[in-house]
C-alpha cells in the first residue's frame, strides 16, 4: 500500500511487458477516451441541428430541436471526465479563471464557454415562443420557472418571431465551427505529442472531427428513434433517411482519412512502425480490424447504401457505429500509449473492476457508466419542461415532405 501510494497516476493499471523504461505507465486512462467521445457527440448533435436551420433541409426539421437540446446535454457533461480523471480536481479552477491560448488545454475554458453561450442562446430563441406560452398558462412554482425563463420577454408578433429566425440562423452557423473547434482541438492535442508515433500526424484533427460527426449524428438516430418510441409518437421515415443520409457522407469521409493515416504510418515506415503494426495487427486486432473498422465502418456502410432503408436498419447502423467510434477512441488513447518509447516493449492498461482505493475506484467501470449515462438523464429532464420528443410532422406532413424530396431527386437524375 506504501508503494503503491508514492507510485505514478497510471502504475495501479498499467502492465509491463518487454523493455520499457521506469517511469512509463498509461496515464491517459478511459476517462481520457469519454471525453473526446463526449465532445464528439456534443459536435455531431449541433451539425444535425443546423443543417436545418442554416441549410433548410426541411426534411430535419422535426429533429432540429431535439439534436440541439441533446447536443446541450452532452456538452454540460463534456469537461467531467476530465475533471474525474485529474488526482488533484480543484487545481482546474485556476485553468478556468485565467484562461489564454498560449496552451491548447488552456484554450479549453474559452472555446467551451464560447460554445455554451451559443448552444444556451439558440436553445432559447428555438423555444421562447413555447416558452412565453407556458409562462402565461402555468401558475405555481412551474410557472414561476417558464417566466424566469422568458428573460422578460413576451412579444410574439410577426416580426418578432421573423427577428428570433433570423438570430437562430445567425447562432447556428456561428456554432458551426465552434463546435468543430471545440472538437478539433482534442485531435490537435493528441497530434501534437511528437513522442507518441500513433498520435503524431497532422491528420488528426480532421480524424477527431469527421469520428465526432459520425457519433453525433448516430447518436442522435439511436435516441429520437427510442424517445419517440416510448412516448408512442410517429417517426418520420424522411427524417431519418436524411439523418443516414448525413451519416453515410461523413462516414465515407471518417473512413478515407483513417484509411489514409494508416497507409501513411505503413508508407513511411519509421523507426516506430515495426512495434506499431505488431500492436494494431496483433495485440489490438480485434479492437481495431474487427470492431472498428469492420463492425463500426465497413457493416454500418453497406447498410445505409443498401436500397429501401428501414427504421430497424438505420437504428443498427447507427448503434455500430457508435461502438466503432468509442472503440476508436479507445484505440487512439489507450492504443498510443501501449507502445513503450524503447520501441522493444508494450504496457497493457487493465480497468480496475474491483477497486481497493479511490483512485482506483475512479477507474472503474461505475463513474463511467454514470458519465456516460447523465446526458441522458439530462435530456430526460429537459423533456420534462421543454417539448423535445414531439411530433412536428404527421403522417400527411411527412408524406408530403418525402414526395418533395423524391421530386429533387428526379431532378437531379
Not at 497516476?9 to 505507465?25: Q, S
Not at 485529474?86 to 484554450?107: C, D, G, K, R, W
Not at 457519433?215 to 433517411?241: D, E, H, P, Q, W
Not at 423533456?383 to 428526379?410: I, M, Q, W, Y
Amino acid at each position: 500500500m506504501m508503494e503503491a501510494a508514492h507510485l505514478a497516476h497510471g502504475a495501479l493499471w498499467t502492465i509491463k511487458e518487454g523493455f520499457t523504461y521506469p517511469n512509463e505507465y498509461i496515464y491517459w486512462t478511459i476517462h481520457i477516451v469519454v471525453y473526446p467521445y463526449i465532445t464528439g457527440l456534443v459536435a455531431g448533435a449541433f451539425v444535425l441541428s443546423s443543417m436545418y436551420h442554416v441549410f433548410g433541409k426541411e426534411e430535419l426539421k422535426p429533429v432540429a430541436k431535439f439534436s440541439l437540446v441533446f447536443s446541450f446535454a452532452l456538452l454540460l457533461m463534456a469537461p467531467s471526465p476530465l475533471m474525474l480523471h485529474l488526482t488533484q480536481p480543484f487545481n482546474s479552477v485556476e485553468l478556468m479563471l485565467t484562461p489564454h491560448f498560449y496552451s491548447a488545454i488552456a484554450a479549453f475554458t474559452i472555446v467551451y464557454l464560447s460554445y455554451m453561450a451559443v448552444v444556451l442562446a439558440e436553445i432559447w430563441f428555438v423555444f421562447r415562443p413555447f416558452i412565453i406560452e407556458q409562462a402565461k398558462e402555468k401558475k405555481g412554482l412551474l410557472g414561476l420557472v417558464y417566466n424566469a425563463m422568458t428573460l422578460g420577454s413576451f412579444d410574439l408578433s410577426e416580426k418578432a418571431r421573423h427577428t428570433d429566425e433570423r438570430i437562430i440562423k445567425i447562432l447556428a452557423a456561428v456554432g458551426i465551427p465552434a463546435a468543430a473547434l471545440l472538437h478539433g482541438y482534442v485531435g490537435f492535442i493528441f497530434g501534437s505529442v511528437k513522442t507518441v508515433p500513433l498520435w503524431k500526424t497532422p491528420l488528426m484533427p480532421f480524424i477527431f472531427l469527421m469520428s465526432a460527426i459520425i457519433s453525433g449524428v448516430a447518436g442522435c438516430i439511436v435516441t429520437y428513434i427510442v424517445g419517440m418510441s416510448l412516448k408512442r409518437n410517429f417517426i418520420c421515415g424522411a427524417s431519418i433517411r436524411s439523418m443516414c443520409k448525413v451519416l453515410l457522407w461523413f462516414l465515407v469521409a471518417a473512413i478515407v482519412l483513417e484509411g489514409v493515416d494508416l497507409i501513411f504510418h505503413g508508407y513511411t515506415a519509421e523507426e516506430s512502425w515495426s512495434i506499431m503494426s505488431e500492436l494494431l495487427f496483433q495485440r489490438f486486432a480485434i479492437k481495431m480490424i474487427v470492431v472498428q473498422w469492420l463492425l463500426g465502418m465497413i457493416l454500418p456502410l453497406i447498410l445505409l447504401l443498401l436500397p429501401r432503408l428501414t427504421m430497424l436498419r438505420a437504428f443498427i447502423s447507427a448503434a455500430l457505429v457508435l461502438i466503432g467510434v468509442f472503440m476508436m477512441r479507445w484505440d487512439v488513447v489507450i492504443g498510443g500509449q501501449s507502445m513503450s518509447r524503447s520501441f522493444a516493449g508494450f504496457l497493457t492498461y487493465k480497468i480496475p473492476i474491483i477497486p481497493d482505493s479511490i483512485e482506483a475506484f475512479k477507474e472503474g467501470p461505475f463513474p463511467i457508466t454514470v458519465l456516460l449515462i447523465m446526458p441522458f438523464i439530462l435530456l430526460f429532464i429537459f423533456n420534462r419542461v421543454l417539448p423535445v420528443f414531439t411530433e412536428v410532422f404527421n403522417e400527411e406532413d411527412c408524406g408530403f415532405t418525402e414526395g418533395l424530396l423524391s421530386s429533387k431527386d428526379h431532378a437531379k437524375h
